[in-house]
């Protein structure tokens, strides 16, 4: 969510929600409503302002982000198995499924995020220790995998 003008849901907000959901493996979506770029104009251009300092701080922090528009992203999601190009028909800014180690690295995040019972599960059994590992090399195998 970005809402500037309600205050509740500024850069800093919308940001670490966006990352969140990066490390979970999901699509990344901002949400905004009419109203925040309707008002007057002081309040326009600071919510124009902070709308593209998300976005800077976005692609200069996560790994290949592309933008959709939710049609595309929808279409996508349809067609998994086909990369969806831009209109100007550049393939190299194709989007993919995320399979092997980022796809495994996400799962396990969901898990750990979502799910109370497991992060017990593991840190009283003991087996924290092995998946602490595994995370590590998970993350060198997802700096090497391109």
Not at 29 to 55: C, D, M, P, V, W
Not at 117 to 127: A, H, N, T
Request: net charge positive.
């Amino acid at each position: 969510m970005y809402e500037p003008v309600d205050g509740k849901h500024a850069v800093d907000t919308a940001y670490k929600e966006a990352v969140s959901a990066y490390k979970l493996g999901l699509p990344l979506t901002i949400s905004t409503h009419r109203y925040n770029f309707t008002r007057a104009k002081q309040e326009y251009e600071n919510s124009l302002a902070g709308l593209s300092e998300l976005l800077v701080l976005l692609v200069n922090t996560l790994s290949a982000v592309r933008f959709l528009s939710s049609p595309e992203l929808g279409g996508w999601c349809l067609t998994i198995e086909k990369s969806t190009i831009e209109e100007s028909g550049d393939p190299g800014t194709s989007i993919k499924q995320r399979l092997g180690v980022r796809k495994l690295k996400g799962f396990l995040y969901r898990l750990w995020c979502r799910h109370k019972k497991i992060r017990l599960l593991s840190v009283f059994s003991g087996l924290i220790i092995p998946a602490f590992c595994l995370a590590f090399v998970l993350r060198i195998l997802d700096k090497t995998d391109v």
